[in-house]
């Protein structure tokens, strides 16, 4: 993930070979362990050394029990022992398990092609608003031409500041085919990489940062004391009801006044807007910028589930995509599917609920 392999095992990821070579190296740990104590310590007495002898043989076999049972994931072998029955051939596909709905969001934050200034409406309050009680939203960045840096950075903030959504999804058209998978990321990683890409938009993103915890502290007249002088930047927001209504939500609807207002930046004498002209994110800039964020891990609805299953054991990801065709159908939250799977192993079939698709 990230760019980097993953290894093919996640419950023991070293390989049968040092599976194997961990039993004896456990009871070579194991006997000299016990010289050790028995000399100084009397311990373990006679009584107590078959318990301790059980133990050791049972903690020396870990290994190699979890490498069988990756052998077994990955080829949906039926294991029953003693009445506990793991089917990993019921797994008919992951579509069914732990699939999380995601919600679109609309084209620049719901201001298409307009540069946004504090007098122009604050749909963006009401979307991001909307974005925030949703735990994954997708961005379909089109061609390139339907979302900004500066809308994106400020979805971000905003979905950073509220602890929701979790995951931005990003798709695109691609080779020509429309609602393409392109990645995931976090939005605190959605932040810092714009923030690192740019100085201009560290610069305003410290600005809205500074102006509103003024505002959220004295923009209210009833709690300001008397012989404090507001910043004129901070009092132009404090003149409007209509920011200081917004609590710890404002902090948005700034950052994207100072994004799109023409302003002199540092090293640069001459005033200018982030949003004009606009920074569009296309596909090259999507990955220059958010690369070493992006998650890509994904399942194709259509492979046979066999596949499907290896792959998701070896994701690492807290979610998972899935496709159709390569387009993009929803997540798979890895620790929903792993509670499912996991059930499989522990519960005999007759006792489990069938598992449907839900959000």
């Not at 990230?2 to 070579?21: D, E, H, K, M, Q």
């Not at 990993?88 to 398990?97: I, N, Q, R, T, Y």
């Not at 999380?100 to 409406?121: S, W």
């Not at 920074?279 to 910028?289: P, S």
Request: proline share 6%; glycine share 8%; hydrophobic share 50%.
């Amino acid at each position: 993930m990230n760019g980097s392999s993953l290894p093919a095992r996640p419950l023991w990821p070293y390989g049968i070979t040092a599976a194997l070579v961990t039993v004896p190296i456990v009871w070579v740990v194991f006997v000299f362990t016990l010289t050790l104590t028995s000399r100084f310590a009397q311990w373990p007495d006679a009584e107590l050394r078959p318990a301790v002898l059980y133990v050791v043989a049972g903690l020396s076999v870990i290994p190699l029990v979890l490498s069988l049972l990756d052998f077994a994931a990955a080829r949906r072998a039926i294991l029953d022992i003693k009445g506990i029955k793991l089917d990993f051939s019921k797994l008919e596909g992951v579509e069914a398990v732990a699939f999380r709905e995601t919600v679109r969001l609309p084209e620049n934050i719901g201001v298409p092609g307009q540069i946004i200034t504090d007098t122009a409406p604050m749909q963006i309050v009401h979307a991001l608003a909307d974005a925030t009680r949703n735990e994954i939203v997708r961005i379909d960045i089109d061609a390139g031409n339907a979302w900004w840096t500066t809308r994106l950075l400020a979805l971000s903030a905003g979905a950073a500041r509220a602890g929701s959504p979790r995951v931005l999804v990003f798709v695109g058209r691609k080779e020509n085919v429309n609602g393409v998978f392109l990645g995931w990321a976090a939005p605190r990683d959605v932040v810092q990489a714009i923030l690192a890409a740019d100085d201009r938009y560290r610069f305003a993103y410290d600005r809205a940062q500074a102006i509103t915890a003024q505002l959220i502290a004295f923009g209210d007249d009833a709690v300001r004391p008397t012989n404090l002088t507001l910043h004129f930047e901070v009092q132009r927001y404090a003149a409007k009801p209509e920011y200081c209504r917004l609590g710890a939500a404002v902090a948005e609807q700034v950052l994207m006044d100072q994004l799109g207002r023409n302003q002199v930046y540092p090293g640069n004498p001459v005033a200018v807007s982030l949003e004009n002209p606009p920074d569009h994110v296309t596909l090259g800039r999507l990955v220059g910028l958010l690369g070493p964020y992006l998650y890509v891990d994904a399942i194709d609805l259509s492979w046979p589930s066999e596949r499907q299953v290896t792959t998701f054991l070896e994701a690492r990801a807290p979610y998972v995509a899935l496709l159709r065709g390569g387009r993009y159908d929803g997540m798979l939250q890895r620790e929903l599917a792993d509670r499912l799977i996991l059930r499989q192993l522990l519960v005999p079939p007759a006792a489990g609920r069938s598992s449907g698709r839900g959000a």
